[in-house]
């Protein structure tokens, strides 16, 4: 059982814009920046998001934003090589540690 | 360039100790902290732990507290994570990735380290 809680899977078509969810609770997002990454083919994961800020390297089609306890990853105009799986993470200061959601496929139709 | 790299595949056999490394470069190697990160066979990522090389200020997941032990030297701009006695259930890809602050994302990835533990 995941600390934040994402969506199994999402699908979308090319060119088409997703939002995938990540809800937590007051003690890890509700009072901190959340990242997002992305592991294609259980490759090294690499970072899509962190807070609402675009690391060098990242197409802008990439969004994030958070509203109470729960964070969102958007993308924009969806690239078939976006398909892959996206964790989000953050810290929680009830447990003193960071914490992933379970990951959310994203399959692009 | 911000690199980590990370030590070999290694094989081992239950109840054997095991130190991988991740080595990071292109930036002040003690002015970030360095997190750990496991992912079991098909699984999804699990947060380990995290140390500030610069003063070895080491956190761990409740999860992971007394079964790993998260240590770097600095002068080799090295961080490492170690098992004393290892379990098949240790069987994994572990990831290592730099951090700007205890609470913040980890922005650059080490490549991974498969521990395969099997007798």
């Known amino acids: 059982q995941s600390a934040l809680t994402q969506e199994a899977s999402v699908s979308g078509t090319v060119g088409q814009k997703v939002t995938l969810s990540c809800t937590g609770n007051s003690n890890n997002i509700g009072s901190y920046a959340v990242g997002w990454y992305q592991q294609i083919s259980h490759g090294a994961p690499k970072t899509v998001m962190f807070g609402n800020s675009l690391p060098s390297g990242i197409p802008d089609r990439f969004s994030g934003s958070k509203s109470g306890t729960t964070a969102s990853l958007t993308i924009s105009g969806l690239q078939p090589e976006d398909e892959a799986d996206y964790y989000c993470s953050t810290w929680d200061y009830s447990l003193s540690a960071k914490v992933f959601g379970g990951g959310t496929k994203l399959t692009v139709l | 360039e911000v690199q980590l790299v990370q030590s070999g595949a290694e094989v081992k056999k239950p109840g054997e100790s095991l130190k991988i490394s991740c080595k990071g470069s292109g930036y002040s190697f003690t002015s970030y902290w360095i997190g750990w990160v496991r992912q079991m066979p098909g699984k999804g990522l699990e947060w380990m732990g995290i140390i500030y090389p610069g003063d070895s200020d080491t956190r761990y997941s409740p999860s992971f507290q007394g079964q790993v032990t998260i240590s770097a030297d600095k002068s080799i701009s090295t961080a490492y994570l170690q098992w004393s006695s290892l379990k098949a259930s240790d069987t994994a890809m572990y990831y290592c990735?730099?951090?700007?602050?205890?609470?913040?994302?980890?922005?650059?990835w080490g490549q991974g380290t498969l521990v395969t533990v099997s007798s």
């Open positions: 990735a730099r951090h700007g602050t205890l609470v913040g994302a980890g922005d650059y």
